[in-house]
Each structure stands twice: as C-alpha cells, then as structure tokens.
RNA sequence: GCGCGCGUAGCUCAGUUGGAUAGAGCGUCGGCCUCCGGAGCCGAAGGUCGUGGGUUCGAGUCCCGCCGCGCGCACCA
C-alpha cells in the first residue's frame, strides 16, 4: 500500500468518525508547488457543506484523529480555504522504489480492465492509395490506445476495415483503366473523381505485364492492400482481424440490416430512396439508406459493421477516425439504435483526431512524388524512423491540430523529444554498463532509501511512482499524449540527477541506493515508450 | 447559416478530468561549466488563459452569448 493510500484509508476513517456520509471518498493530489507537501487533500472543504462547519475547523478536527506514523507522514499542515497538506518521509518515499523494482515490465499496469473484450477499430483506409499522413496519426493513436487498454487490464482486438467495396472502388478501377489504355496506345482520361498519383500508373504497367487473369478492379485492390500492409509493417503496427466490406455483402448482412430497419418501422420511402428517421435519433436531419438506382449509401455497411461487432461480442467498440468523419457518428449510432437490439446509446465510442500538417524547412509540404497529392506514411517513416513519427504523432491531444515538424523530427539533439526521451533511458543503461552491473540483479533489498534524498532524486522518484495512476488516468480518457507529456517530464527530471549526481564510486550504500533510483527510471522510461509503440535503445 | 473541434508566454504546446501564486521546451537577456556519455547547467524577463456573462467556498477546466481559425454539412466515403 502506498502512502497516499494509508492517508486516504485514515482518511475515510476518521471523516466517518465526524459523522461524514458512507460514500466519502477523499481526493489525493501531488500539490504542484513543493510547500505545500507530498500530498494533500480537499476534503475538509468538500465536507463543510454536509457537516455544517468550516473547512479549516472541519481540517483541525481531522487531523486530531489520524493516526499516520507508520505512512512515513512527519507533518500535516491546514492552509488556504482549508486544504490538508501531508509531508512524507523521505526514505519512505524512496522506499516505493521497490514496487517498480519488482514488477518490471509489468509496472505501471493494473488490472481495472479485468479481461473485458474491446474493438478497436483504426486506419480503415480506402484499398485507393498508399496510406497518408492522417492514417498515420491514427496508427500511432489506435495502437497506442489499444497498448493503454492491453496494460490496463482489456483484452484487445485492433481491427482493420477494408472499404473495399463501393463507388471509391469503382473510380479506382476506372482509373487504372484510363492508363492502361494510355499504354496501349488509346489516349483516355482519367474519370472524374478519379486518382491521379504517381501510383495508378505503376498499376496499369504491372496489369499489363502480368495481369494474373484478375479483373483491373481486383489486381488494383489486390495490389494496393498488399502495399498498404507494408506501409504499416513499416511502421510496426500489426491487426489481429482484417475485416472486408465486401463480405457484409456477400454474406447477407447488408440485406439482413435493411430488413431488420425496415421492420423496426423507422424507414420511409420517399422520391425512389429508403429513409431511416435518423432525427429521432439526434440526427440533424434524416439519412437515405438505399439510393434511387438501388444501391446503398456508406452508412448502410457502416451499421451493418457495427452489428458484427457487437454479435461478435464487443460490449466496447473504440473508432478512431479523422474529424472530418465526424457526421457519421450520430449516424451509425442512430442505425444502432434504431434496430433496437440493445446496443448502448454511446456505442461505438470515437476517437477523432484533427489534421496533419507537414513542415520542412519553414514550407508546408503537400505532395508526394508517388501520390500526387498528399504526403504518405512512408514518405515519414524514411526520412525520420519509425520512433520519431510515432511520438510526434501521440505528442498532441487527439482534437488539436498537429503540425509534423520534420527537421526537428529528424534531428539527433536533445530538441528533439523522441531522441532527448530515448537519450535519458539510454544514459540509464550506460550505468550498468560502465559499472559492468546486469540492471536485472539490482536488488531493493537492504538498500538504505534515506540516502536518496537529494531534491532531485526525490523529484525523479515522486515522478516514476506516479506512472501507474497516469496509466489508469490515460487508459480511461483515451489520451495517450498524458504518456508521451509525463515521459518527456521524466527524462528531464533524470537528466537533471544524472548531471548533479553521480552513482558509480560513491560510498557503497549511496551506489547501492543510487543504482535502484537508475534502475526504476529505466523501468519507467522504457514501459512508456513501450506503450507508445516506440524503442528504448540501451546505447545511442 | 447549422453541427463538431480549437483559441493558454514572442513561437510550439502541457495543464492529472473544478483546487492554492497557470507550467515546460525553443527563442531573448545575464552568469557558470568541460562532468559515468557528446553545448550542458543555473538564474531572469515574459500572461486580462480570445472575449462578455453565469454556476460555487474556488473556473484555463463546467454552462450560455459573441469574435477568430479548422473540419463537416450529398441519393460521396
């Protein structure tokens, strides 16, 4: 039990004690200015409402009947409106080391998720093209989100959808075709809506070389998967289910969707389409499920998708889209609902993350040599590594813009965050190796956590014993720039001791104390950028 | 026009889900340093948190109006 927790125990025992309601539950927070303690709390305030007394009385009166000699507490101060304020051993503090020491890689992670079954859904790009900059940052993003919910206890299942079916599908192939009969002599235009990268002409020339006996449509599809699948092997991202749309076709779920739409009573014919009365649903106005010339709009799959995922039992389905997907939110919700087959209201939850821009010398840059008119994954992953894409793709909450800073990105310098992070691990790591120390024998045992307690040995330790409630508070928001913020926080917090103190040859118990403090930072270091997706290379 | 998102230091952005005197990096100014692993370290200046109201012990954070920017408003995905 850790320290906060003994405090928030007494807590609750003598805030009943005064005759506070059964659910009291006692907030802890790390005060950000280091006068006001190791911790603190605003119950006393929070309590002067059902208790009828000031908050600096109510505080008084608390810290009378608490007994925390053996939380390490040596002082308890009443200040401001009446926050309590808990000063805690240093050597107690220290002495959390052990728990980083003995849980290793599994330190930072709990268990709330308790097994439970999650879909996540992420990048879903059309087969039409090689995967752009806003797939990428939902790569990082779904997957970095899919590792949070993993370490916090959820059995994860990433997802891929193939919009492989649908009038996407149709401009590609009739682009391709334009080419091919460019290559053969028969000049042709590229249709409207067409694509017009580099790409499609590579296409036709590999179709007309080999062919394979496919259509142009399947060879294209065929192709572009693969090539996108090395697009995101390249980035290290991997799917445990790719998920086709044209099987809810083939396989009735399409047809069986209408039906069961229909029969709910929420449709409506109107000028040759099929309605669904999505305004009962939230919806600003109504959606059409079936075109005039029979076929079907993108929402119709789309709901159609969702029904899998819930008969497949995912009782928590996560998208993560671009915003600009966002109107199909209510929409695919409010087919759900309109089914009326018990799927919550909120479900499926989304993620949706703003746009990407790329900056190179002080220019935006719009274009790719193969796709024409958008800049690729690959095209990043080559010029900066994999780490650097990854981190700057999670370093930004979801819903702001991100700008990608490629020179910055690719810079070997402690501006760079992905490098300066990896540079704080790696200097950890060079500790046991200079003092020739295999880090996994470093024991907490006998150690004298007394002697850490050096302002910025205290500062780095209060930050590596907050991982796991950062984790949990992460995993829960779906944030995962808290993680890439929190390490680069960390990293400086270990650069500053590793400059101001020195571990090897100082007197044997300070070595053997310093030693566990590397070792925790390198526990930490590395389950961050784990959860990132990103390496922590013991040399740089 | 309607919907969603964003607006925090000169720049790029954090802000633990409502807490105390709003933080970091870069840049600027001043001063040290050459250290297990590399130009690193210390300090200073810099703010009406877009704006006007509201909610309460307490608001950058929640609610409403306005301004600015982005995205979306198809029988496209």
New binding site residues.
């Given amino acids: 039990m850790t320290a906060a927790d003994q405090i928030r125990t007494e807590l609750i025992r003598a805030a009943r004690g005064l005759g506070a309601p059964e659910d009291v539950d006692p907030?802890m927070?790390?005060?950000?200015?280091s006068?006001?303690?190791d911790w603190?709390t605003?119950l006393a305030?929070?309590l002067?409402?059902p208790l009828k007394s000031r908050?600096r009385d109510i505080a008084e009166r608390l810290r009378d009947s608490m007994s925390l000699e053996s939380a390490g507490v040596s002082k308890i101060?009443i200040?401001?409106?009446?926050?309590?304020?808990f000063w805690i051993d240093a050597g107690r503090i220290a002495s959390g080391l052990r728990d980083i020491i003995a849980a290793n890689e599994s330190y930072g992670g709990s268990k709330v998720g308790a097994g439970r079954v999650v879909n996540v859904e992420f990048v879903s790009a059309?087969p039409t093209g090689p995967l752009h900059v806003g797939h990428g940052r939902q790569a990082a993003l779904g997957d970095a989100i899919s590792t949070l919910l993993e370490v916090t206890g959820w059995n994860v299942t990433r997802e891929y959808y193939y919009?492989d079916a649908?009038?996407?599908i149709d401009n590609l192939a009739a682009s391709v075709e334009a080419r091919l009969s460019e290559l053969r002599g028969k000049p042709a235009q590229v249709p409207e809506g067409g694509y017009h990268g580099e790409y499609i002409r590579e296409l036709a020339e590999r179709y007309n070389a080999t062919g394979e006996g496919l259509s142009v449509r399947e060879f294209a599809v065929r192709e572009l998967r693969k090539e996108q699948d090395l697009d995101l092997q390249a980035f290290g991202v991997r799917f445990d289910r790719y998920f086709l749309?044209s099987s809810l076709y083939t396989e009735g779920m399409v047809e069986d969707t209408v039906r069961l739409l229909v029969a709910s009573g929420k449709t409506y014919e109107?000028?040759?389409?099929l309605w669904l009365r999505t305004t009962e649903f939230g919806d600003?106005?109504d959606?059409?499920m079936r075109?005039?010339?029979g076929?079907?709009?993108?929402?119709l799959?789309d709901v159609a998708y969702h029904v899998t995922k819930w008969k497949r039992g995912f009782r928590r389905a996560i998208d993560v889209q671009?915003?600009?997907?966002?109107?199909?939110v209510?929409r695919v919700r409010a087919g759900l609902q309109a089914l009326n087959m018990g799927v919550t209201e909120k479900y499926p939850e989304y993620v949706?993350h703003?746009?990407v821009t790329v900056m190179k010398h002080g220019e935006e840059v719009k274009i790719s040599k193969r796709a024409g008119s958008y800049v690729t994954v690959r095209d990043l992953v080559n010029e900066v590594g994999r780490d650097a894409v990854r981190y700057f793709f999670l370093?930004?909450?979801s819903?702001?813009?991100?700008?990608f800073?490629v020179d910055l990105a690719a810079s070997?310098?402690?501006?760079n965050?992905v490098y300066y992070i990896q540079?704080a691990h790696?200097?950890m790591?060079?500790?046991f190796?200079?003092?020739e120390i295999d880090p996994e024998s470093v024991s907490a045992d006998n150690v004298s956590f007394e002697l850490l307690s050096e302002p910025e040995e205290q500062e780095l330790i209060k930050a590596l014993l907050?991982f796991p409630?950062?984790v949990e508070?992460a995993a829960?928001?779906l944030?995962p720039?808290?993680i890439a913020?929190y390490l680069?926080?960390t990293a400086?917090l270990a650069?500053?001791?590793?400059?101001?103190?020195?571990?090897?040859?100082q007197a044997e118990d300070v070595t053997r104390a310093r030693l566990v403090l590397?070792r925790g930072a390198q526990i930490v270091l590395r389950n961050g950028l784990q959860i990132l997706g990103i390496t922590a290379p013991?040399?740089?």
């Fill in positions: 907030l927070e790390r005060p950000r200015e006068s006001h303690g603190a605003n305030m929070v002067a409402k908050p101060d200040a401001g409106p009446g926050f309590m304020n059309n919009n649908g009038v996407q749309e109107h000028e040759g389409a600003d106005k959606r059409v075109k005039s010339d076929t079907y709009t993108y929402f799959p671009g915003a600009d997907h966002h109107s199909t209510t949706l703003q746009m370093m930004r909450k819903d702001s813009q991100l700008i800073n070997q310098s402690e501006e965050p540079m790696a200097r790591c060079g500790i190796r200079v003092g907050d409630s950062l508070s829960e928001t944030e720039q808290r913020t680069l926080e400086r650069h500053l001791w590793y400059h101001k103190h020195h571990v090897l040859e590397a013991e040399r740089m």
